[in-house]
């Protein structure tokens, strides 16, 4: 067996294993030198992002890749005499997973690459690089598994992780405060998922999604076990009005863990798009759910974008901004799946919205991660996230400052940037479905502009301040990282049409067909 | 695969390249025109000092609009709205978890009841 | 006789449990209601997995060979494991709120705000 | 009948004590309600033919999480809504 | 035969019932832990018992378990309430 | 006072439903246990353990377990990040 | 009714009725002190009496089936019940201790020698 | 190196008793007897110095751990069934007149003051309070203080003991 | 501050008992109930005992910090390496490769009730072992950076 042919067999099982090994292994390189530890933060992460892009490609080319734990061979998902059942834990990697996955390990790197300067003047680095890694395995894991209770075991790893990793900086007490917050609330969610969990048990003896779908009688239970999946889910992914936590969590971390919370919270997000359209589909009111999936997302614009107005923390203002871009998500694919029954509406406008909002959670994670990055640059020179203390930083800083244009110019929908291709797909698609919800959008994303445009003002213009005299550019890591993901952000916005044929599209349609997703698990059941 | 094929949206087209060629060209065409004017500033003279009305010219630091200044107009235009969003974020972690119950609790009427 | 008392215990618990972590303000307080919970969840479970008669599902001298469902009881111990890490993260969390603070009390651990 | 009741009493003091969690405003006492909390639920662990989750309740609820619960209230205040 | 271990277990349980009064009403923290301390040794008492009932020889090992441990979150207790932690 | 309308009103939501759970479920005779039924049935050939679940835990489900420890592993780094020393120059948080 | 039988009965008897003798002193008995005498001692002996109802019958099933798990019952039972015992004396003496320490004075208390030692 | 053997052995033994009636090598089976060594050896290694810390091996003796295997059920259940006779009695009449003394133990090992404190908690209506760490005194809370000893200011630990002389057995055991 | 003589020696006794009966119920996971995580917690309580019977300061003489860490990746990674291996032998990550082979845990057990063997389960000791040890490790060290978070140092 050839190298190539393993890793195609086993990259499911690497894509989660290697961030743990990683991880594993963290504290004890941190004992022995700081330099053997960057080494091997890096070559692992480039080793992860390597094996998540094979995956990807394998799935984009043949379909959904299978992986079952402890079985005797890689795709035999059902055993010959269990009478056609799942009995062990399942890896069901489709497109909507692959495309999640690409995310993860795009903007891991990038993050990585910058964390490693950015963080070099604080303790307890192997803790931190450790906890990244749980974090990246805990993605990984919630994006591929095909099991329920296995996401929410990676659920858990993820807010445990991105909770040690909020309350990073102890000086102040702040940090703390905000990941006591954030945990408390997501433990009371995976509480409820758990209960979920016991519902669907209970009632099918299943664990896995497919087999969960397969047998879906959308009873009374099944109804309560749905609400709460789908407000724990919504909770974590910082829907308005659940969505608390976020300024406060996306505001204090250090601003490299903030880029990847970003990436945290669409993994939620798309545990909750798993939930409705996998496991129920059309055997659920689709137009009920879909509607109130539609009102969290223009509630979060809304509310989002005016809340970061007035703003002054810089970080705090994009993480209201955060929440009001992932209102334009929930629309999108509420939008989608509130046609989901109607086979003419859905291919008239419903794929379109479902791609426009798929499409737009690639986009939010590429620019969002840059603008947090230039915000953590900023902070890193001058020491202050207060936006009345800067002014005339665009005379020293002048890559941060570029970096900063172009994701604020893609977050606020401007051409030829990204941000504005998923826009007007979203746009277009919402406008078939109600004019109105279509305008709320394009308000939203006006007054996205101006808050940049203070932003900008306030940070980059103006005379040189005497106090930031000797303020100099960032380090060159750090540029770096901003760099990836700010050609990502150009070259996704100049060539939109062969990403979203060749990623989105296959992600929209895996995630609208349930029958072919319950057939690849369980063999043409 | 054709890397410069416009995006369909199903309504209509964006084909970012053609915009970006056709920007450019604008861009060119207004710096061409922009070019031919005459200008009247000359260096090294009075025209650089800015005059204030004969007054002391403010520092450096003291010129920069801050943020809290900003859309000052637009806040209080919007302050109903603002004042009843504002202190909902409270900060405390109970009315947090109340509202995760409350609306998890909505959520239970309007699903088990209406579908 | 039983009947399903044991599914109704469950509620009560995650009611009580509920309450605990609404209407207190007191972070360890809280995070008794959240063990509360947690139990109730995993009794949930294990409630659901027990069947009339059946034995526990352990083959080394077992007097029956009815057993009672053995999933469950996987399911628990992975939940009780993510309890325990959950107390003590929280707990730490505490300890140097309080240093930092001087107070555990919700009420004033309220700087971020707005 | 007489082998029923025994759950009975033990499920009603695990409402009972959840209760007493609930009330106590000194968190000694909540703690220790919850400590009796965690005995009752490996009981009916136990009863309900789960010795290993029994187990795991005990070593846990028996031992570590109480201590860590009270260092932690070492660290803090021992008394609900005490003044900072 | 069996019922006898069960009557035995029946009677322990109602007794667990009245030493849970005493935690509720006990003036002082150390009369609850004496309280839980005596609950702990029904427990431990019943659940040996109940390993008979279930005719189930090995999960006896979950009291010992029990004996071995329970003492410790009452020494922690103890040494709170004497103020040397 | 609000507060605690609002607090009463959605337990109550809640408490119905979960009741509905409560009662809509049978204790002691579980609907299907077909998966658990092969557990039992097979377990002992394919993973050698008498005690099934063991066998569920390590090796059925033995992915869970791997989560499972990395949940404490995380809590535990984090407990050692909480009570970490801090170094001079270290960036300090503004407010 | 066999020897063993007859045996067991009373171990059990005996057990349980320890058991509520040390439950009502619990109740009855007017401070922290005298309390304690009476979960310790009687909570203890009661329980090591019921579990020496298990070793018997363990041990008897053992020697009349020669099943040696019998004997595996019988020896955990009796480890449970040794264990315990030593433990909660352990236990007791520790509350006691921290109790005393914390200011809380036996009542009725004709002398308190450990007041006045000052320790 | 002898903790080291002592305490594993002592492991070893705990570990054939939680494991008889396993296998037919006496009552045990040869996996059992080869993990029973591995595991004793671990705990040896990682407990050495917590169960030897006195580094006095006097308890190693064979008449010394007869001397224990007799101790625990006669002398020790004997008095331990009267006292619990007493309690008895006490609770149901509320008859008591109790007090904190002092006891004089005279014994010198740790193990010793150990062992009398805990004969003395679980046995005559007394509980151990307190102990002087010097001059290894204990201080008794009793149910029942007999007339006239609340005046003494230490009483010997025979005294206490009205059946069986256990002090005197503990010191041939302990010492 | 240190407790009481008694309860000092009480816990010198018992934390061998302790130690030699979590590691009983980690070995003997696939025969009765108990496993890895349970034996790992029972052995992590008797640390406890330790650490409250003696002073924080002396307690990190014994019980130290480094080490334990080491047990706890020790143990995760061997827990890890031990799924890994699976793929050498080029079956799939948590395949049991070693039951039925004859070798160490490899003795093949019929179905239906038996009195149990040890020697059986192929890699589930060895996972549970692994997860002992890292349960350990990992509990223990809570407690320990749980102590040292208290003000006053040395109690």
Redesign the interface.
């Not at chain 6, 039924?37 to 993973?47: A, I, P, S, V």
């Not at chain 9, 009966?21 to 995580?37: E, N, Q, R, S």
């Not at chain 9, 917690?41 to 130290?64: P, Q, R």
């Given at each position: 067996m050839t190298v190539a042919d393993f890793l195609f067999t086993n990259a499911p099982a690497l894509l989660v294993v290697i961030p743990l090994f990683a991880a594993f292994i963290c504290p004890v390189a941190g004992k022995i030198s700081s330099t053997i530890r960057n080494l091997w933060v890096m070559g692992m992460m480039l080793v992860t992002a390597a094996v998540a892009f094979i995956l990807a490609f394998r799935v984009f080319v043949t379909g959904p890749v299978l992986y079952v734990f402890g079985a005797a061979a890689a795709n035999l998902a059902v055993p010959l005499d269990s009478g056609g059942i799942p009995i062990r834990i399942i890896f069901t990697v489709d497109a909507m997973s692959a495309f999640m996955d690409i995310i993860c390990a795009i903007v891991g790197v990038s993050v990585l690459l910058y964390s490693l300067s950015s963080e070099s003047r604080n303790s307890g680095l192997e803790g931190y690089y450790t906890l990244f890694f749980l974090m990246i395995a805990g993605v990984f894991g919630m994006v591929s598994t095909g099991d329920l209770f296995n996401f929410f075991v990676f659920l858990e790893i993820l807010s445990l992780a991105s909770a040690g990793m909020i309350a990073y900086r102890i000086d102040g007490g702040l940090a703390v405060e905000a990941a006591l917050k954030y945990f408390i609330l997501s433990t009371l969610g995976a509480i409820f998922v758990l209960f979920a969990i016991g519902v669907y048990y209970g009632q099918y003896n299943a664990l896995n999604i497919a087999m969960i779908a397969q047998r879906m009688q959308f009873t009374m239970l099944d109804k309560i076990a749905l609400v709460l999946l789908v407000a724990a889910l919504a909770m974590k992914c910082g829907a308005v009005p659940l969505h608390f936590w976020t300024p406060d969590a996306y505001s204090m971390a250090p601003s490299s863990v903030t880029a990847f919370l970003v990436v945290a919270s669409q993994a939620s997000l798309y545990g909750l798009f798993r939930v409705v359209f996998t496991m129920y589909n059309i055997t659920m009111n689709c137009v009920t759910v879909g509607w109130i999936i539609i009102i969290f997302g223009v509630l979060s614009m809304v509310v989002g974008v005016t809340m970061a107005i007035p703003q002054k923390d810089i970080k705090r203002l994009m993480a209201y901004h955060a929440v009001s871009q992932t209102g334009y998500m929930l629309l999108g694919v509420g939008v989608g799946l509130a046609v989901l029954g109607n086979t003419t509406l859905t291919s008239a406008f419903g794929f379109m919205a479902m791609e426009g909002g798929i499409f737009h959670i690639f986009n939010h994670a590429m620019y969002k991660g840059l603008l947090f990055l230039t915000a953590g640059a900023i902070f890193y020179r001058i020491g202050t996230r207060d936006l009345n203390r800067m002014g005339g930083l665009g005379h020293t800083m002048k890559y941060t400052m570029i970096f900063f244009i172009i994701g604020a110019l893609a977050i606020a929908g401007i051409p030829p940037f990204n941000g504005f291709a998923s826009k007007l797909m979203i746009y277009e698609s919402v406008y078939l479905f109600n004019p109105l919800l279509a305008i709320i959008a394009m308000v939203v994303s006006i007054l996205t502009l101006a808050s940049f445009v203070k932003v900008f003002h306030s940070v980059f213009m103006g005379p040189k301040l005497p106090e930031y005299a000797d303020v100099k550019e960032a380090p060159l890591p750090m540029l770096i990282g901003m760099g990836i993901l700010a050609a990502i952000v150009i070259l996704f916005g100049l060539f939109p049409q062969p990403v979203v044929d060749i990623l989105v599209a296959p992600a929209a349609h895996a995630l609208a067909d349930q029958g072919g997703y319950i057939a690849s698990v369980l063999g043409g059941a | 695969m054709d890397l410069i094929a416009p995006l369909l949206t199903g309504y209509g087209i964006w084909a970012p390249v053609t915009w970006l060629v056709a920007f450019v060209a604008a861009v060119i065409v207004v710096y061409l025109l922009w070019k031919t004017g005459e200008s009247s500033y000359k260096k090294g003279t009075e025209l650089e000092r800015p005059y204030l009305s004969g007054n002391v010219e403010p520092e450096k630091g003291a010129v920069h609009i801050r943020a809290s200044n900003l859309y000052w107009g637009f806040l209080q235009a919007l302050k109903g709205y603002y004042d009843v969003l504002v202190p909902v974020h409270t900060g405390i972690l109970t009315d947090y978890m109340i509202w995760f119950v409350a609306v998890t609790a909505l959520v239970l009427v309007i699903v088990g009841m209406l579908s | 006789m039983l009947w399903n008392l044991p599914f109704i215990t469950v509620v009560v618990l995650t009611l009580i449990g509920l309450v605990t972590v609404l209407l207190k303000k007191n972070i360890i307080k809280i995070l008794l209601g959240i063990n509360i919970l947690n139990s109730a969840a995993n009794l949930f479970l294990i409630t659901l997995g027990y069947r009339e008669g059946g034995v526990a599902p352990i083959f080394t001298l077992a007097p029956s060979e009815l057993m009672v469902l053995p999933t469950p009881q996987a399911l628990v111990l992975t939940s009780i494991v993510i309890g325990v890490a959950t107390s003590a993260l929280v707990l730490s969390f505490a300890i140097v709120l309080q240093k930092k603070y001087g107070t555990v009390d919700i009420d004033k651990i309220r700087r971020l705000h707005g | 009948m007489i082998e029923q009741i025994p759950q009975i009493l033990v499920l009603l003091g695990l409402i009972v004590s959840a209760v007493l969690t609930f009330h106590f405003k000194d968190l000694l006492a909540a703690t220790l309600a919850a400590g009796l909390f965690s005995f009752l639920i490996s009981l009916e662990f136990y009863i309900l033919q789960a010795p290993d989750v029994a187990i795991s309740q005990a070593a846990i609820g028996a031992g570590l999480t109480t201590a860590i619960f009270i260092i932690a209230i070492r660290a803090t205040k021992r008394f609900e809504g005490e003044g900072s | 035969m069996i019922d006898v271990w069960i009557l035995a277990v029946f009677c322990l349980t109602v007794l667990m019932a009245f030493a849970v009064v005493r935690l509720v009403l006990g003036p002082t923290a150390p009369d609850r832990v004496i309280a839980l301390d005596t609950v702990n040794t029904l427990v431990i008492a019943s659940m040996i018992l109940l390993g008979v009932v279930f005719q189930e020889i090995i999960i006896v090992d979950v009291a010992i378990v029990y004996g071995l441990l329970s003492f410790v979150s009452t020494l922690y207790i103890a040494k709170y309430i004497g103020g040397e932690l | 006072m609000k507060k605690v309308l609002v607090v009463g009103a959605s337990l109550l939501i809640m408490a119905a439903f979960f009741g509905m759970i409560a009662l809509n479920l049978t204790f002691g005779s579980p609907k299907t246990t077909d998966m658990d039924d092969y557990f039992l049935r097979n377990g002992q050939e394919l993973t050698g353990s008498n005690n099934e679940c063991t066998a569920v835990v390590f090796d059925f489900r033995g992915f869970d377990t791997l989560g499972e420890s990395t949940v404490l592993f995380c809590a535990i780094v984090g407990v050692g990040l909480m009570f970490r020393k801090m170094q001079g120059g270290e960036e300090y948080e503004d407010e | 009714m066999t020897v063993v039988?007859i045996l067991?009965?009373t171990c059990?008897v005996i057990?349980?009725v320890?058991?509520?003798?040390?439950?009502?002193?619990?109740?009855?008995?007017p401070?922290?002190?005298?309390?304690?005498?009476?979960?310790?001692?009687?909570?203890?002996?009661?329980?090591i009496f019921?579990?020496l109802?298990?070793v018997v019958?363990g041990l008897s099933m053992f020697f009349s089936q020669n099943a040696?798990?019998?004997?595996?019952?019988a020896?955990?039972?009796f480890?449970?019940?040794a264990?315990?015992?030593?433990?909660?004396?352990?236990?007791?003496?520790?509350?006691?201790?921290?109790?005393?320490?914390?200011g809380?004075k036996?009542?009725?208390?004709?002398?308190?020698?450990?007041?006045e030692?000052k320790? | 190196m002898i903790p080291f053997l002592v305490t594993t052995g002592m492991a070893f033994l705990l570990y054939l008793i939680l494991t008889a009636g396993s296998g037919s090598i006496g009552f045990w089976s040869l996996s059992e007897l080869a993990m029973g060594a591995v595991l004793a050896m671990i705990t040896g290694l990682v407990t050495r110095k917590f169960l030897c810390r006195s580094e006095s091996y006097r308890l190693l003796s064979p008449i010394r751990l007869l001397l224990l295997l007799v101790y625990v059920p006669v002398p020790f259940f004997i008095e331990l069934m009267k006292a619990n006779l007493d309690v008895a009695y006490r609770v149901i009449t509320l008859n008591i007149r109790p007090g904190i003394i002092r006891v004089h133990s005279g014994l010198k090992t740790d193990l010793g003051i150990f062992m009398l404190a805990n004969s003395i908690t679980l046995t005559p209506g007394t509980l151990s309070v307190g102990i002087d760490e010097e001059t290894n005194d204990l201080f008794i809370h009793t149910i029942n203080i007999a007339e006239g000893d609340e005046k003494k200011e230490i009483i010997e630990s025979t005294e206490l003991f009205r059946l069986v002389n256990l002090p005197a057995w503990i010191r041939r055991i302990a010492e | 501050m240190r407790m009481s003589k008694i309860v000092r020696t009480a816990a010198d006794i018992l934390y061998p008992a302790i130690l030699i009966f979590g590691l009983y119920i980690v070995a003997h996971g696939h025969l009765t109930p108990g496993g890895g995580f349970q034996g790992g917690a029972v052995i992590a309580t008797g640390g406890a005992l330790v650490i409250v019977a003696y002073n924080y300061k002396e307690v990190t003489g014994w019980l130290k910090k480094n080490v334990l860490t080491g047990q706890e990746v020790s143990g995760l990674v061997g827990f890890i390496g031990v799924g890994l291996l699976a793929l050498a032998f080029g079956q799939v990550f948590f395949f049991n490769y070693l039951v039925g082979s004859g070798s160490i845990f490899g003795m093949p057990v019929p179905y239906g009730i038996n009195p149990g063997e040890l020697n059986t389960a192929g890699i589930v000791p060895l996972m549970n072992f692994a997860v002992g040890i890292e349960v350990w490790g990992g509990l223990t060290v809570v407690i320990l950076y749980m102590l040292s978070g208290l003000e006053k140092e040395g109690c």
């Amino acid at each position: 067996m050839t190298v190539a042919d393993f890793l195609f067999t086993n990259a499911p099982a690497l894509l989660v294993v290697i961030p743990l090994f990683a991880a594993f292994i963290c504290p004890v390189a941190g004992k022995i030198s700081s330099t053997i530890r960057n080494l091997w933060v890096m070559g692992m992460m480039l080793v992860t992002a390597a094996v998540a892009f094979i995956l990807a490609f394998r799935v984009f080319v043949t379909g959904p890749v299978l992986y079952v734990f402890g079985a005797a061979a890689a795709n035999l998902a059902v055993p010959l005499d269990s009478g056609g059942i799942p009995i062990r834990i399942i890896f069901t990697v489709d497109a909507m997973s692959a495309f999640m996955d690409i995310i993860c390990a795009i903007v891991g790197v990038s993050v990585l690459l910058y964390s490693l300067s950015s963080e070099s003047r604080n303790s307890g680095l192997e803790g931190y690089y450790t906890l990244f890694f749980l974090m990246i395995a805990g993605v990984f894991g919630m994006v591929s598994t095909g099991d329920l209770f296995n996401f929410f075991v990676f659920l858990e790893i993820l807010s445990l992780a991105s909770a040690g990793m909020i309350a990073y900086r102890i000086d102040g007490g702040l940090a703390v405060e905000a990941a006591l917050k954030y945990f408390i609330l997501s433990t009371l969610g995976a509480i409820f998922v758990l209960f979920a969990i016991g519902v669907y048990y209970g009632q099918y003896n299943a664990l896995n999604i497919a087999m969960i779908a397969q047998r879906m009688q959308f009873t009374m239970l099944d109804k309560i076990a749905l609400v709460l999946l789908v407000a724990a889910l919504a909770m974590k992914c910082g829907a308005v009005p659940l969505h608390f936590w976020t300024p406060d969590a996306y505001s204090m971390a250090p601003s490299s863990v903030t880029a990847f919370l970003v990436v945290a919270s669409q993994a939620s997000l798309y545990g909750l798009f798993r939930v409705v359209f996998t496991m129920y589909n059309i055997t659920m009111n689709c137009v009920t759910v879909g509607w109130i999936i539609i009102i969290f997302g223009v509630l979060s614009m809304v509310v989002g974008v005016t809340m970061a107005i007035p703003q002054k923390d810089i970080k705090r203002l994009m993480a209201y901004h955060a929440v009001s871009q992932t209102g334009y998500m929930l629309l999108g694919v509420g939008v989608g799946l509130a046609v989901l029954g109607n086979t003419t509406l859905t291919s008239a406008f419903g794929f379109m919205a479902m791609e426009g909002g798929i499409f737009h959670i690639f986009n939010h994670a590429m620019y969002k991660g840059l603008l947090f990055l230039t915000a953590g640059a900023i902070f890193y020179r001058i020491g202050t996230r207060d936006l009345n203390r800067m002014g005339g930083l665009g005379h020293t800083m002048k890559y941060t400052m570029i970096f900063f244009i172009i994701g604020a110019l893609a977050i606020a929908g401007i051409p030829p940037f990204n941000g504005f291709a998923s826009k007007l797909m979203i746009y277009e698609s919402v406008y078939l479905f109600n004019p109105l919800l279509a305008i709320i959008a394009m308000v939203v994303s006006i007054l996205t502009l101006a808050s940049f445009v203070k932003v900008f003002h306030s940070v980059f213009m103006g005379p040189k301040l005497p106090e930031y005299a000797d303020v100099k550019e960032a380090p060159l890591p750090m540029l770096i990282g901003m760099g990836i993901l700010a050609a990502i952000v150009i070259l996704f916005g100049l060539f939109p049409q062969p990403v979203v044929d060749i990623l989105v599209a296959p992600a929209a349609h895996a995630l609208a067909d349930q029958g072919g997703y319950i057939a690849s698990v369980l063999g043409g059941a | 695969m054709d890397l410069i094929a416009p995006l369909l949206t199903g309504y209509g087209i964006w084909a970012p390249v053609t915009w970006l060629v056709a920007f450019v060209a604008a861009v060119i065409v207004v710096y061409l025109l922009w070019k031919t004017g005459e200008s009247s500033y000359k260096k090294g003279t009075e025209l650089e000092r800015p005059y204030l009305s004969g007054n002391v010219e403010p520092e450096k630091g003291a010129v920069h609009i801050r943020a809290s200044n900003l859309y000052w107009g637009f806040l209080q235009a919007l302050k109903g709205y603002y004042d009843v969003l504002v202190p909902v974020h409270t900060g405390i972690l109970t009315d947090y978890m109340i509202w995760f119950v409350a609306v998890t609790a909505l959520v239970l009427v309007i699903v088990g009841m209406l579908s | 006789m039983l009947w399903n008392l044991p599914f109704i215990t469950v509620v009560v618990l995650t009611l009580i449990g509920l309450v605990t972590v609404l209407l207190k303000k007191n972070i360890i307080k809280i995070l008794l209601g959240i063990n509360i919970l947690n139990s109730a969840a995993n009794l949930f479970l294990i409630t659901l997995g027990y069947r009339e008669g059946g034995v526990a599902p352990i083959f080394t001298l077992a007097p029956s060979e009815l057993m009672v469902l053995p999933t469950p009881q996987a399911l628990v111990l992975t939940s009780i494991v993510i309890g325990v890490a959950t107390s003590a993260l929280v707990l730490s969390f505490a300890i140097v709120l309080q240093k930092k603070y001087g107070t555990v009390d919700i009420d004033k651990i309220r700087r971020l705000h707005g | 009948m007489i082998e029923q009741i025994p759950q009975i009493l033990v499920l009603l003091g695990l409402i009972v004590s959840a209760v007493l969690t609930f009330h106590f405003k000194d968190l000694l006492a909540a703690t220790l309600a919850a400590g009796l909390f965690s005995f009752l639920i490996s009981l009916e662990f136990y009863i309900l033919q789960a010795p290993d989750v029994a187990i795991s309740q005990a070593a846990i609820g028996a031992g570590l999480t109480t201590a860590i619960f009270i260092i932690a209230i070492r660290a803090t205040k021992r008394f609900e809504g005490e003044g900072s | 035969m069996i019922d006898v271990w069960i009557l035995a277990v029946f009677c322990l349980t109602v007794l667990m019932a009245f030493a849970v009064v005493r935690l509720v009403l006990g003036p002082t923290a150390p009369d609850r832990v004496i309280a839980l301390d005596t609950v702990n040794t029904l427990v431990i008492a019943s659940m040996i018992l109940l390993g008979v009932v279930f005719q189930e020889i090995i999960i006896v090992d979950v009291a010992i378990v029990y004996g071995l441990l329970s003492f410790v979150s009452t020494l922690y207790i103890a040494k709170y309430i004497g103020g040397e932690l | 006072m609000k507060k605690v309308l609002v607090v009463g009103a959605s337990l109550l939501i809640m408490a119905a439903f979960f009741g509905m759970i409560a009662l809509n479920l049978t204790f002691g005779s579980p609907k299907t246990t077909d998966m658990d039924d092969y557990f039992l049935r097979n377990g002992q050939e394919l993973t050698g353990s008498n005690n099934e679940c063991t066998a569920v835990v390590f090796d059925f489900r033995g992915f869970d377990t791997l989560g499972e420890s990395t949940v404490l592993f995380c809590a535990i780094v984090g407990v050692g990040l909480m009570f970490r020393k801090m170094q001079g120059g270290e960036e300090y948080e503004d407010e | 009714m066999t020897v063993v039988e007859i045996l067991i009965y009373t171990c059990l008897v005996i057990g349980v009725v320890f058991n509520s003798l040390g439950v009502l002193g619990l109740l009855r008995f007017p401070d922290l002190y005298t309390r304690m005498h009476a979960t310790t001692k009687a909570t203890t002996f009661g329980s090591i009496f019921t579990s020496l109802a298990v070793v018997v019958y363990g041990l008897s099933m053992f020697f009349s089936q020669n099943a040696s798990q019998y004997l595996n019952l019988a020896i955990h039972a009796f480890l449970a019940a040794a264990f315990l015992a030593f433990t909660n004396a352990v236990s007791a003496h520790a509350i006691a201790r921290a109790a005393h320490k914390s200011g809380i004075k036996p009542m009725l208390a004709v002398v308190d020698r450990l007041e006045e030692a000052k320790l | 190196m002898i903790p080291f053997l002592v305490t594993t052995g002592m492991a070893f033994l705990l570990y054939l008793i939680l494991t008889a009636g396993s296998g037919s090598i006496g009552f045990w089976s040869l996996s059992e007897l080869a993990m029973g060594a591995v595991l004793a050896m671990i705990t040896g290694l990682v407990t050495r110095k917590f169960l030897c810390r006195s580094e006095s091996y006097r308890l190693l003796s064979p008449i010394r751990l007869l001397l224990l295997l007799v101790y625990v059920p006669v002398p020790f259940f004997i008095e331990l069934m009267k006292a619990n006779l007493d309690v008895a009695y006490r609770v149901i009449t509320l008859n008591i007149r109790p007090g904190i003394i002092r006891v004089h133990s005279g014994l010198k090992t740790d193990l010793g003051i150990f062992m009398l404190a805990n004969s003395i908690t679980l046995t005559p209506g007394t509980l151990s309070v307190g102990i002087d760490e010097e001059t290894n005194d204990l201080f008794i809370h009793t149910i029942n203080i007999a007339e006239g000893d609340e005046k003494k200011e230490i009483i010997e630990s025979t005294e206490l003991f009205r059946l069986v002389n256990l002090p005197a057995w503990i010191r041939r055991i302990a010492e | 501050m240190r407790m009481s003589k008694i309860v000092r020696t009480a816990a010198d006794i018992l934390y061998p008992a302790i130690l030699i009966f979590g590691l009983y119920i980690v070995a003997h996971g696939h025969l009765t109930p108990g496993g890895g995580f349970q034996g790992g917690a029972v052995i992590a309580t008797g640390g406890a005992l330790v650490i409250v019977a003696y002073n924080y300061k002396e307690v990190t003489g014994w019980l130290k910090k480094n080490v334990l860490t080491g047990q706890e990746v020790s143990g995760l990674v061997g827990f890890i390496g031990v799924g890994l291996l699976a793929l050498a032998f080029g079956q799939v990550f948590f395949f049991n490769y070693l039951v039925g082979s004859g070798s160490i845990f490899g003795m093949p057990v019929p179905y239906g009730i038996n009195p149990g063997e040890l020697n059986t389960a192929g890699i589930v000791p060895l996972m549970n072992f692994a997860v002992g040890i890292e349960v350990w490790g990992g509990l223990t060290v809570v407690i320990l950076y749980m102590l040292s978070g208290l003000e006053k140092e040395g109690c």
